[in-house]
């Protein structure tokens, strides 16, 4: 992927220096001072600033100078200005999108994970007088792709009290039958996957949030 990234100025201030007198054509009054911050940018969305400097130019003689060239009498007010100025928020658009990114990934991260820990109070409520209900024998389709033309068949082979037993599929395409399920579950699944075993309280959690549906 090409990152299209460099480097920009802004003028963040403007100084007029109406008592200095220029170095180079000596006309008094026509020096102005600028106050810049240079950022980096990529894709041109400023993504944060390296700091602040400034330059000065003439209207007359049309000289430019960078601080570290300009005489003592433009650097002492520019110095001051320079402190001054303010670099805009703006200039670290990205870097504070990431870290607004950052925090809100973490703050969901940080509930899924209170959920969970209060999950299991909650399900034994919910769970435990539908546990002795086996499931054994039940068939689900897992989504692979979105529009559901890619996917999986996981068949329950046996229950206990505290977890799930299973059999899946690779990978299957076409449509999707009885029939196939059933030849599909007797010889597309590899034989790691004849015999995986989940805990009920993941089972469950899996199903709740739609990962896999009944046939
Ligand atoms: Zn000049």
Redesign the pocket.
Known sequence: MLFLSGSRDSVIATLPLPGVV?V??R?PG?LTGLVISRYRHLFWIPAFSFGKTSIST?R??K?VLPFREMSAAYQLPMQAAQYEARIPLTHFTLLLLLAAYTIISLSITWFEQRKLAQAPATDETTIQPTAPTTIAGLRYKVNVTDDGRQYGLIEVTAMTADSVEYRMTGILKGALTPASATQALHDSVALTNAHQRVLLQQWQYSLDRGFFKRL
Request: aromatic letters at 0%; charged letters at 0%.
């Open positions: 220029c180079n054509c006309m026509t003439c007359h003689c000289q």
